[in-house]
């Protein structure tokens, strides 16, 4: 059973283009949750989704940022217009249930915009 | 004040030591609290959780909450050169708003010198 993978695993954007950071859950799970890691900051919560739904979006920037997990392939987190300050690692974790206390990190995105 | 404090280190020890990570939180809500674990370049790994107080041993691995005093820890016996890593703790609300979501600390890097 492969573990969660996000892909790619580094993205280089020049300032203004669009970044598209895609995960892909562990078999069988079908929640997904996405996570920004700043330099020399811990991991912050952006939004948590089910298949189909964004269920809490309360970390997500309101502007540029949107996220989606379709019915089919893997959930998307989409940053338009990217800017210096999108560079940053983001990870996504799935589970089967909704909590933490099951879900698994997937390595990782690293975006740096130029 | 911040939700989680997380000394950040880094933080050596010799092969065969006690360690002791800390962290602090504001937020009486949490009632879950994890530890996990961080190579470089890597995403986090969940070592170990526990719901509201109490001890969790796994291993040499040992996690205490103390609730009262809104304090968690998380004790390495017979630490050897691979449990070298940033060591992350997290928690969240057990239900309602926030619930879905993990808060972290900014990580503890921990050397293990052989």
């Known amino acids: 059973n492969a573990g969660v993978m996000q892909n790619p695993r580094h993205l280089v954007r020049r300032r203004g283009q669009e970044a598209r950071l895609r995960c892909s859950p562990m078999?069988?799970?079908?929640?997904v949750y996405w996570y920004r890691q700043l330099p020399e900051e811990g991991l912050k919560f952006m939004v948590y989704?089910?298949?189909?739904?964004?269920?809490?979006e309360s970390g997500m920037p309101k502007e540029r940022f949107s996220a989606e997990f379709p019915k089919e392939g893997p959930s998307i987190l989409r940053i338009q217009q990217v800017v210096r300050g999108d560079s940053a690692a983001y990870f996504c974790?799935?589970?089967?249930?909704?909590?933490?206390?099951?879900?698994?990190f997937g390595q990782g995105t690293r975006l740096t915009v130029v | 004040q911040k939700e989680v404090e997380q000394d950040p280190g880094p933080l050596s020890v010799p092969e065969g030591a006690i360690v002791s990570l800390n962290c602090t939180y504001s937020?009486?809500?949490?009632?879950?609290f994890m530890w996990y674990r961080q190579y470089s370049r890597k995403g986090p790994e969940l070592l170990m959780y526990?719901?509201?107080?109490g001890n969790k041993e796994d291993g040499r691995f040992t996690a205490q909450v103390d609730k009262s005093s809104k304090y968690i820890s998380l004790f390495i016996r017979d630490s050897q050169p691979s449990d070298s890593a940033t060591y992350l703790c997290?928690?969240?609300?057990?239900?309602?708003?926030?619930?879905?979501?993990?808060?972290f600390g900014k990580g503890t890097k921990l050397s293990v010198i052989p």
């Open positions: 974790a799935s589970s089967q249930g909704a909590g933490h206390t099951e879900a698994f």
């Open positions: 078999k069988g799970h079908s929640h």
């Open positions: 989704l089910q298949k189909e739904n964004i269920i809490d």
């Open positions: 937020n009486s809500a949490f009632q879950y």
């Open positions: 526990t719901y509201s107080s």
């Open positions: 997290a928690m969240s609300a057990g239900s309602g708003a926030g619930s879905y979501q993990l808060t």
